[in-house]
C-alpha cells in the first residue's frame, strides 16, 4: 500500500469547520489541557497507555514545525490516553535534541506518566498555534493512531501544537479517535 507520508496542517483560527463533525471541533479547538478535560471526563478510569518512545526521524513537516535539519533524530513518543480501557486519543510528541538538553529526565522518565499534566504545570510553559489535520487511510498517522481499533474510522481528526518549556520547543500531536465523547 503506497501511503502520503504527511497530513496536511491548517492553523485553527483559519480552518473551515465545514465538514468536521461537530463533536470532535469543541475537542480540536480547546485550548486547555485535554489530559485534564479527558481525566474529568473518566471519574478515575484514565490512564495513559505507552506505545512506543525512542530516537527516530521524525516526519518531515514535524521535522520543520521544530526548526529541525532533515534527518536529525528526536525522542518520538507515542501513547493512547485511556478512559475506561477504551483508547480516546492517539497522542504523537517529539522532542528535539535541544530540548532533551535541558532536564531531559523530565521526557525520558516519564513512562505511562501524562505529559499533558507536566506541560501545563510548568511555569515557563508557552503554547504556540494550534494547527488541525484530517487523517485517512491514505496517511502513514492514521495506521499508527488506529492501530489498535477494532473498527477503523473513515478519517480520525487532530491537532497539534509547538510547546516551549524554557525557551526549548517539543510538538504535541494529538488525535480524537471514535470513541471519544461529545465534549
Known amino acids: 500500500m503506497h501511503w502520503r507520508a504527511e497530513p496536511l496542517w491548517r492553523p ?58 532533515a534527518g536529525t533524530r528526536a525522542i518520538v513518543r507515542q501513547v493512547q490516553l485511556v478512559c475506561a480501557d477504551t483508547p480516546w486519543v492517539y497522542a504523537r510528541t517529539i522532542i528535539p535534541p535541544r530540548t532533551l538538553a535541558r532536564k531531559s529526565h523530565r521526557f525520558t522518565r516519564l513512562g505511562a506518566r ?47 501544537s509547538l510547546f516551549w518549556l524554557g525557551g526549548k520547543p517539543l510538538l504535541v500531536c494529538e488525535f480524537f479517535l471514535p470513541d471519544i465523547p461529545e465534549f
Open 12 to 69: 485553527a483560527n483559519r480552518l473551515s469547520c465545514h465538514g468536521i463533525p461537530e463533536k470532535y471541533l469543541p475537542w480540536l479547538l480547546d485550548p486547555a489541557s485535554l489530559t485534564e478535560r479527558i481525566i474529568n471526563h473518566c471519574r478515575g478510569n484514565f490512564y495513559v497507555r505507552l506505545l512506543d518512545q525512542r530516537r527516530a526521524r521524525p516526519l518531515r513537516n514535524e521535522a520543520e514545525a521544530l526548526g529541525m535539519r
Open 114 to 160: 501524562s505529559l499533558g499534566a507536566m506541560l501545563f504545570a510548568d511555569p515557563s510553559m508557552k503554547r504556540g498555534e494550534v494547527e488541525v489535520a484530517c487523517l485517512t487511510p491514505a496517511d502513514r498517522l492514521y495506521h499508527l493512531a488506529a492501530c489498535d481499533l477494532r473498527e477503523k474510522p473513515e478519517v480520525i481528526w487532530g491537532r497539534r
